[in-house]
């Protein structure tokens, strides 16, 4: 079956714009987590979703930054008035459900660019 | 705090020989899991192989073999018969029982020499 996918795949934008990403995860994965990759690091979590139960915001870095998902379907990550230390690579991942036992399956990564 | 931790940016291998990646972590829980991650020039993560903390035998997938050394928090990966596609950065990564984040150390280039 299909993968993670993730739209776009490179997004530039201006300092102060508001962008959208969007994920799409495995068909019947209730578990969805995004992470941001800086250049030459490795990834820092941002928020996960587990069906319809609250999502875990605890790695959002500001309010600027916020993400949605409805049911077990798409889920998208908006950042506010985008700075540049915003440019990073944000990668998508599902699981077939929460736990560590549960293989993450990541989408190819949408590459942000603020100018 | 749970930490991960690798500590070479970049290793180098001669193709059909044997490398060995570090990563050394840190949790207060029992129950975790590990994991390496390998990321080619597409960005697509991909998982090489996992182990879980109660299990004492070292988990191998082919050429992909773990020394997991609980008492030491140590959890290294050995690439057996190195090959060109094996060039990647490569990401140690940890999962605790009660936190479903992964945590992720910052990575080690593998470049493999033909």
Redesign the interface.
């Known amino acids: 079956g299909a993968g993670v996918s993730q739209s776009p795949s490179n997004k530039v934008t201006e300092k102060g714009k508001d962008v959208e990403l969007r994920c799409d995860p495995i068909s019947g994965h209730t ?1 969805l ?1 995004w ?1 941001r990759q800086r250049l ?6 941002l928020i ?1 979703f ?1 069906g319809n139960s609250a999502p ?1 915001k ?2 959002l870095p500001s309010d600027r930054f916020s993400a949605e998902r409805t049911g077990e379907s798409v889920s998208t990550l908006t950042i506010q008035r985008t700075q540049q230390e915003d440019s990073a ?1 944000y ?1 998508c ?1 599902s699981s077939s459900t ?4 549960y ?2 399956y ?4 949408t ?1 942000l660019t603020v100018t | 705090a749970q930490t ?1 931790t ?1 500590s070479q940016p970049e290793m180098s291998v001669q193709e059909a020989e044997t490398v060995t990646l570090s990563c050394t972590y840190d949790t207060s829980e029992s129950d ?2 590990l994991f390496w991650y390998k990321q080619p020039p ?6 090489v192989i ?1 182990q ?1 903390a109660y299990k004492q035998q070292n988990a191998t997938e082919n050429r992909f073999s773990v020394n997991f050394q609980k008492a030491a928090k140590s959890f290294s990966l050995k690439i057996s018969d190195s090959q060109l596609g094996d060039a990647a950065m490569y ?1 140690c ?1 940890l ?3 009660s936190n ?8 080690t280039k593998l470049i493999i020499k033909p």
């Open positions: 578990a987590y992470y030459g690091q490795g990834l820092e979590f996960y587990q875990d605890s790695g690579v990668l991942a929460l736990g560590g036992a293989e993450q990541f989408g190819p990564g590459r | 991960v690798q975790y899991y597409s960005r697509q993560m991909i998982l996992r879980e990401f990564a999962s605790e029982d479903y984040q992964l945590i992720w150390g910052a990575g």
